[in-house]
């Protein structure tokens, strides 16, 4: 567990040894992966901090801390990736239920989704706006916004990731659930998937436009063409490996190693 130590001679990150014994960290570089399981904001903030700390103390974190904090956030990351020219499926979001009971009324079929989630959880399609009501009440209860967004039907029933670190695509996976869901953790089948241009441009220009060394990008094609449902720089990559036969980790390894090397 990491620890933030602020005093005259600055800042220092440390780790406990054992139950007393606290010993600094001499860090070269670091590797953004995750936070952990947050159960608060105060929580949240405090792992922040210590992430924010060890890039103040000059050493390299991949992902950047605050590229990486817009990128997990579906609102922030989806309106930079808008600004940016990159084609996203039309998005409301607002703490006010009757504003995404009239976004259900608009789009006929639309995805509810919590802000900060991963592998689909808690994910919900919604073809009636009434249904969506009483899920909107319960988002607005429990005090958090709501993030509506049509539903786009995927030619082949599914969607693509396609891998990048640095300016490099490692490769692409079309992955297709027995449902309407394409994650790999809801039971969807990787299988290798066929770049063209335009995909390879859009999943470029998606990680440039968030600031991250590494992410997966996931599009969908759809019949009015492609679209950018996510850019995860916390992707797992267990399906992607099985469909393309390439460990992304080792590449993630070696970019971080060359941009410190290199500067």
């Known amino acids: 567990m990491l620890g933030t130590n602020i005093g005259k001679g600055g800042i ?4 406990m040894i ?14 953004l992966r995750h936070l952990g399981i947050i159960k608060d904001f105060e929580q949240f903030g405090s792992r922040l901090w210590s992430v924010r700390a060890i890039e103040q103390a000059g050493v390299y974190v991949m992902n ?19 600004k940016n020219g990159v084609p996203v499926p039309e998005t409301e979001s607002s703490e006010n ?4 009971y009239g976004a259900v009324k608009r789009f006929g079929r639309a995805v509810v989704k919590p802000l900060r ?23 607005t209860n429990l005090s958090k916004p709501i993030y509506v967004q049509e539903y786009l039907e995927k030619k082949g029933g599914g969607d693509y990731r396609i891998v990048v670190v640095g300016d490099e695509i490692l490769g692409c996976e079309f992955r297709k659930g027995s449902g309407w869901k394409s994650n790999i953790a809801q039971g969807a089948t990787p299988k290798p998937g066929k770049l063209d241009s335009e995909m390879r441009e859009l999943a470029l220009k998606s990680v440039e436009a968030l600031g991250l060394d590494f992410g997966g990008v996931d599009i969908a094609e759809t019949r009015d063409g492609y679209y950018v449902l996510e850019v995860n720089p ?9 469909a393309t036969k390439v460990n992304p980790a080792i590449h993630i390894v070696r970019n971080l190693i060359d941009k410190v090397r290199h500067g």
């Not at 007393?20 to 570089?29: A, F, M, Q, R």
């Not at 904090?69 to 309106?79: P, Q, V």
């Open 117 to 139: 989630s991963a592998m689909g959880f808690g994910v919900f399609k919604v073809d009636d706006a009434d249904v969506g009501m009483h899920i909107f009440s319960y988002f």
């Open 18 to 31: 054992g139950k007393e014994k606290e010993k600094e960290l001499e860090i070269d570089c670091a590797l």
């Open 64 to 82: 950047p801390l605050t590229n990486w904090l817009f990128a997990t956030d579906k609102l922030a990351s989806i309106a930079i990736l808008a």
């Open 12 to 15: 220092r990150v440390t780790q």
């Open 97 to 100: 239920f009757f504003t995404a």
């Open 234 to 242: 916390t992707l797992s990559w267990q399906g992607f490996k099985v």
